[in-house]
T-cell receptor
Framework: NAGVTQTPKFRILKIGQSMTLQCAQDMNHNYMYWYRQDPGMGLKLIYYSVGAGITDKGEVPNGYNVSRSTTEDFPLRLELAAPSQTSVYFC????????????FGQGTRLTVV | DQQVKQNSPSLSVQEGRISILNCDYTNSMFDYFLWYKKYPAEGPTFLISISSIKDKNEDGRFTVFLNKSAKHLSLHIVPSQPGDSAVYFCAARALNDYKLSFGAGTTVTVRA
């Protein structure tokens, strides 16, 4: 059972480049999330989705875009990379809100130089 | 504005002793609380949770206590083991909301 899979694990981008962080889950979860973790900080919510075709902004959405065309996939797009986007990115999924905990992927470490 | 706060960035404890991790929150709408454990180069994994209708939840060596009036919760690990060395995140969610607010984490080191 793969759970939540993120690719790539590491990436170095130059300022102004763009890239897509991939996230896929095989648990048939409706809810999916993108978080970023900066050193010494907790996880900050970037975007989330409550189902295919539905996305919404979290706490720190600027500089990012998402789409949710299927239940399984929730890619995160960086259009013009900036040094402030250097971080570790985590994708997560969960079942209906309630008491269901979120399952996290292994993370993508992104460095923008 | 940080709604979930873990004021101790690190904790060092001897193997076999108790580890106590603290967490405070400011949002009175939070009604469900979770603890996550994170090893280096891995994603957070769920450890234990508690609903606001309870004041204690126990799972093996892990117990979470909730004091709603003080807006405070704590995680007790007894006895602490070397494999417990990790970063522990406190998280909270409001009723009918699926988005989690996280604290900054506490790094626990268990000494042999």
């Amino acid at each position: 059972n793969a759970g939540v899979t993120q690719t790539p694990k590491f990436r170095i981008l130059k300022i102004g480049q763009s890239m897509t962080l991939q996230c896929a889950q095989d648990m048939n979860h409706n809810y999916m999330y993108w978080y970023r973790q900066d050193p010494g900080m907790g996880l900050k919510l970037i975007y989330y989705s409550v189902g295919a075709g539905i996305t919404d902004k979290g706490e720190v959405p600027n500089g990012y875009n998402v789409s949710r065309s299927t239940t399984e996939d929730f890619p995160l797009r960086l259009e013009l990379a900036a040094p402030s986007q250097t971080s570790v990115y985590f994708c997560a999924s969960s079942t209906t809100g309630g008491s269901a905990e979120a399952f996290f992927g292994q993370g993508t470490r992104l460095t923008v130089v | 504005d940080q709604q979930v706060k873990q004021n101790s960035p690190s904790l060092s404890v001897q193997e076999g002793r108790i580890s106590i991790l603290n967490c405070d929150y400011t949002n009175s709408m939070f009604d469900y609380f979770l603890w996550y454990k994170k090893y280096p180069a891995e994603g957070p994994t769920f450890l234990i949770s508690i609903s606001s209708i309870k004041d204690k939840n126990e799972d093996g060596r892990f117990t979470v206590f909730l004091n709603k009036s003080a807006k405070h919760l704590s995680l007790h690990i007894v006895p602490s083991q070397p494999g417990d060395s990790a970063v522990y995140f406190c998280a909270a969610r409001a009723l009918n909301d699926y988005k989690l607010s996280f604290g900054a984490g506490t790094t626990v080191t268990v000494r042999a």
